[in-house]
């Protein structure tokens, strides 16, 4: 706020021009850029799932806000008609609405988390808002998530719900539920196989079934569960990974599905499964590999069934190419094969000629169009990161996008016979939150690294930049390691607000990263401490040179999940960083294989078991290396991480401590893998900051 009495400024000794210029300058300081901060960043509204009526007129989405006062967050419904500025749908405080589907021209179905009633489904008329909100089922237990399709024999209803498998009632489950929670403090778990824990959770022997609502005209009557007794699950966990679709004539349904039993935690293979909704059939379409198959969409003609395929067994970052299953025939072939992408799940565009999709490329997300016929493979948008392509009227096409600078909104452009033409942005929910603000786009540079191949990498230059000055730089290394710095928005490493807080920030897409081709991303198998480790410290080097405003004697590096395992790497290995910071490292690679959940991860990474292959293990074990650690190291865990247990971290703190080497650990007793709570959040980044600061 300003005052112009503090200004010691008289108003009424000022002549008419002189007060012209004043407020001037007073609106200009007023209006000056500001920095983007933490603070900032929990302010801002996150679009989540999103659907198009049937005319394809109207648009609606999911909007979560959280206000920092009361520490409440709320998602709500959001949309209206095309090119107008969206308006509220849903308003209640502290609930949250998710998976908008319509099922009329102006009636919307979704789901409304709340503490009394759970996850129920809901409709609600766009145009009456909150007043028609009406709760349609109440069933004992709560539903995951469902998909809606008016087909050409009637509406078709399927839910997954999380059910113990001998139970063929959902108030069976409810009840073992409430037997649970009943136990109050004397709470245990009996295991005879693995899962024990999986990613946040210990396991509760519970499976997601998909069920069929059959009486659409009264959604509360119990469903049916389409896979009734079976060990499998779908979607897949912990993340509901592997979509699931409904057959145009509304007479099938497929689904991806992973066998529970005692082999599911070293090994990827899901499978493509299909349930006739008249015998309750089921058959299984990919029983031809033991790789992973995943996300199948039926064409709009129902002739064929699109999904993505693996190659190898045991590698879950193997290359996802999209393969197509004939109905008549029932034969498979690749469609993408040959292609060195990995794509994501296929859509197809309502005239059944190409399929939508899209993939990591070159530190980009980009769109693409596969046509069906030859397999031809083009981009339809090549910048930023760009997601979750659906129909959107006769030839339009609903997309998110989003890139460092711009957090998530919806756009559309036309696509006819292969070709896109109007790309247009349809919202801008946080033009308000950010209108102040400046953030400098994010700068792609490339470099010699490992094995002399080029190596990319991302610059985000500081809040204030001026090549006049000098300012600290920071590194990020991100985790995976098979994943990538992305031109996309983040509520967790988001390299803005390092910027905003004075730091150039520098990210390299070392080998093991996705998007350079599955060599670059095959790289890194065995080789977790050198080549990774050559692109960092050669990158840090090239950056450094090639911008001389940076200072080259206040450079730091973070690092989570593997990049908190480079961390621990590092710490061994030099000291050319001023500080560190490891968020969910790896400390011991050893003791790691017998703590974490997913073990086919360190048997592929390690090629093998530590009984089988011990050298591996240990060639590139951060714990080796102690008697070498130097560098003020900052440590942070989560209590709730069972990929990476919390016995990793307290070693990596116990090293530096008992070696005298300056050092603080941040623990988050509720949050798993990710910070995720937005107190929790600016708690992480104002410690992160301040132990950046404290060594620069």
């Known amino acids: 706020a300003f005052s112009l009495r503090t200004w010691g400024i008289q108003l009424h000794s000022m002549n008419k021009l002189s007060l012209v210029v004043l407020f001037a300058v007073v609106a200009a300081v007023i209006a000056q850029d500001k920095p983007f901060t933490v603070n900032k960043l929990h302010d801002l509204h996150r679009v989540g799932e999103y659907a198009a009526s049937p005319d394809g007129k109207n648009i609606a989405f999911s909007l979560r806000t959280w206000d920092s006062n009361t520490s409440v967050a709320t998602t709500n419904l959001v949309g209206g008609p095309l090119n107008k500025p969206v308006v509220e749908i849903t308003k209640k405080l502290g609930v949250s609405d998710f998976n908008p589907v319509w099922i009329g021209e102006d009636e919307i179905l979704f789901l409304r988390a709340t503490g009394d009633k759970g996850v129920q489904l809901h409709t609600v008329v766009p145009s009456k808002g909150e007043d028609s909100?009406?709760?349609?089922?109440?069933?004992?237990?709560?539903?995951?998530?469902?998909?809606?399709?008016?087909?050409?024999?009637?509406?078709?209803?399927?839910?997954?719900?999380?059910?113990?498998?001998?139970?063929?009632?959902?108030?069976?489950t409810a009840d073992k539920n409430t037997e649970v929670e009943e136990r109050g403090a004397n709470s245990w778990h009996h295991f005879s196989e693995l899962f024990v824990r999986h990613w946040d959770v210990y396991d509760d022997h519970k499976v997601s079934h998909l069920f069929i609502q059959t009486d659409m005209d009264n959604l509360n009557k119990e469903p049916y569960d389409l896979m009734t007794g079976?060990?499998?699950?779908?979607?897949?966990?912990?993340?509901?990974?592997?979509?699931?679709?409904?057959?145009?004539?509304?007479?099938?349904?497929?689904?991806?599905?992973?066998?529970?039993d005692r082999t599911q935690a070293w090994t990827t293979?899901?499978?493509?499964?299909?349930?006739?909704?008249?015998s309750y059939e089921i058959t299984c379409?990919?029983?031809?590999?033991?790789?992973?198959?995943?996300?199948?969409?039926?064409?709009?003609?129902?002739?064929?069934?699109?999904?993505?395929?693996?190659?190898?067994?045991?590698?879950?970052?193997?290359?996802?190419h999209i393969s197509i299953y004939d109905r008549e025939s029932k034969l498979s072939q690749g469609l993408t094969s040959t292609v060195d992408i990995s794509f994501g799940a296929p859509s197809w565009d309502r005239s059944g000629k190409f399929v939508l999709t899209d993939a990591d490329s070159e530190g980009f997300h980009k769109l693409y169009s596969v046509?069906?016929?030859?397999?031809?493979?083009?981009?339809?948008?090549?910048?930023?990161?760009?997601?979750?392509?659906?129909?959107?009227?006769?030839?339009?096409?609903?997309?998110?996008?989003?890139?460092?600078?711009?957090?998530?909104?919806?756009?559309?452009?036309?696509?006819?016979?292969?070709?896109?033409?109007?790309?247009?942005?349809?919202?801008?929910?946080?033009?308000e939150q950010l209108k102040d603000i400046k953030m400098h786009e994010a700068t792609s540079f490339t470099f010699k690294g490992s094995n002399g191949d080029m190596v990319q990498g991302w610059l985000?230059?500081?809040?204030?930049?001026?090549?006049?000055?000098?300012?600290?730089?920071?590194?990020?290394?991100?985790?995976?390691?098979?994943?990538?710095?992305?031109?996309?928005?983040?509520?967790?490493w988001n390299p803005q607000v390092w910027a905003g807080h004075g730091y150039a920030v520098y990210m390299i897409n070392f080998h093991g990263s996705t998007g350079f081709g599955q060599n670059f991303t095959d790289a890194i198998k065995g080789n977790w401490g050198a080549a990774p480790y050559y692109d960092i410290m050669n990158g840090t080097e090239y950056i450094l040179k090639e911008n001389t405003w940076m200072n080259s004697s206040s450079v730091s590096s973070c690092g989570a999940s593997y990049?908190?395992?480079?961390?621990?790497?590092?710490?061994?290995?030099?000291?050319?960083?001023?500080?560190?910071?490891?968020?969910?490292?790896?400390?011991?690679?050893?003791?790691?294989?017998?703590?974490?959940?997913?073990?086919?991860?360190?048997?592929?990474?390690?090629?093998?078991?530590p009984w089988e292959n011990m050298k591996a293990y240990q060639e590139y074990n951060p714990s080796r290396f102690v008697e070498n650690w130097k560098t003020p190291t900052l440590v942070i865990h989560g209590g709730k991480d069972f990929r990476l247990d919390m016995s990793q971290g307290l070693s990596t703190f116990t090293a530096l401590q008992v070696r005298n080497i300056p050092s603080e650990m941040l623990v988050f007793p509720e949050e798993n893998h990710w910070v995720l709570k937005p107190q929790n959040g600016i708690k992480w980044y104002n410690t992160v900051l301040a132990w950046l600061d404290r060594w620069q």
């Open 133 to 172: 909100v009406e709760i349609k089922s109440e069933y004992p237990v709560d539903i995951n998530s469902f998909v809606f399709k008016a087909t050409s024999n009637g509406p078709v209803l399927i839910m997954d719900i999380d059910v113990f498998p001998e139970c063929t009632t959902l108030q069976c």
């Open 230 to 260: 079976a060990l499998v699950t779908s979607p897949v966990p912990p993340f509901a990974e592997g979509k699931y679709d409904i057959s145009p004539d509304g007479k099938e349904v497929v689904y991806t599905g992973s066998v529970v």
């Open 269 to 278: 293979g899901w499978n493509i499964y299909t349930v006739d909704l008249e």
């Open 285 to 320: 379409l990919t029983e031809y590999t033991e790789a992973r198959t995943q996300d199948p969409s039926y064409s709009p003609d129902g002739k064929y069934i699109t999904y993505l395929e693996m190659e190898r067994p045991g590698f879950e970052a193997d290359r996802l």
């Open 371 to 431: 046509e069906v016929s030859t397999g031809e493979v083009s981009v339809l948008i090549g910048s930023g990161t760009n997601n979750g392509a659906q129909l959107l009227g006769k030839d339009t096409i609903l997309v998110s996008r989003q890139s460092m600078v711009s957090p998530v909104d919806l756009w559309s452009f036309t696509f006819f016979n292969g070709t896109i033409k109007d790309l247009k942005q349809l919202t801008d929910v946080n033009a």
């Open 460 to 492: 985000v230059k500081p809040f204030g930049f001026s090549e006049k000055k000098v300012f600290p730089v920071v590194q990020l290394i991100h985790g995976g390691p098979e994943g990538s710095w992305e031109d996309s928005w983040s509520y967790r």
């Open 563 to 609: 990049g908190g395992y480079m961390i621990n790497w590092i710490l061994g290995q030099t000291d050319r960083f001023n500080a560190l910071v490891a968020h969910d490292g790896m400390f011991d690679t050893v003791n790691s294989f017998y703590s974490t959940d997913e073990l086919w991860f360190p048997i592929w990474e390690f090629n093998g078991k």
